[in-house]
């Protein structure tokens, strides 16, 4: 099949550090490539694939600091799908749902897979006027909000097996990865590593949204817990695998319904237990007790911290079937 793969512009694909569902769309596209499909990838510049890259921005608008609205610039890569739709048997869009008013314009089908969170006051409507749509979740919880949509499927994200360092053996830190938002729950992250007696490594982005956020709120409390909480910024390459592969569990103390949580699994494929709120699609990704734990609090979250050894090191098999290949 000759297949278009339209990604976000924020990040490159895959990836340099952050960037969960460009990371998805790298594994896809990659696997998709090597299945024997031509494929086209729409996306930034920067990107690394074996598709044919097509590219309206030379690099991620996050990392463009000319760039201030970056709905022209997605606007102008969906011209760009559109015009070239006729190439194609099948455009999969990731990204904002920019397309849907032209989707029914273009030369061939196509499918949309949502990434994002659902709100009923704003996707409802939208996904109301547009009933054709085809869509597909990353997780049975992110429907809840909007449950009437055209849904034909749901698909967990996978990783490539080879994405992560898989590690019998944890090291004596607790870790937090992921974006720096007042939802990810990083407060509690430092009061269950102060209350489990145990460092906490933080690999988080700051992106321009929650930059007051943080000078203002998370800072003076990094500063404050110094002794303890070593905040690295943003991680990518080697010093991400061996950040999750060293770790003696991933918190995750989530304060909203995340839809998926790709660190979650990319915790199980290096053999690290995951520490979760149960929150969003939580409980659809860890067996609890198995690949990781589902807890309510924190003082739950600090119990399961002492219960890692049961686990750390049996998660072999959890990791391999977490780490699956993703589908089409």
Known sequence: MKI???????????????GATERIVSALTEQLVAAGHEVTLFAAGDSKTQARLRATHPTGLWRDERVWDTTSHHLRQLDTVVCRSAQFDLVHFHGEPFHLPV?????????????GHLIRADHAPLYEAFPDTPLVSISDSQRKEVPHANWV??????????????????GDYLLFVGRMMPEKGIDRAVEIARRAELPLKIAAAVHPGERAWFKDEIYPMLEASQSFVEYLGEVGGKTRLALFANARALLFPIDWEEPFGLVLIEAMASGTPPIAFRRGAVPELIEHGVNGFVVDDVEQAVQAVRSVGSIRGATADGASNSASVPSA
Do not use: I, N, W
């Open 4 to 18: 278009a793969q339209v990604a976000p512009l924020y990040e490159s694909v895959p990836p340099k550090a952050y």
């Open 103 to 115: 989707q029914r314009y273009l030369s061939c089908p196509s499918l949309t897979t949502v990434h």
């Open 153 to 170: 499927g749901t698909v967990h994200h996978g990783l490539p097996l080879d994405a992560m360092r898989f590690s019998a053996s944890g």
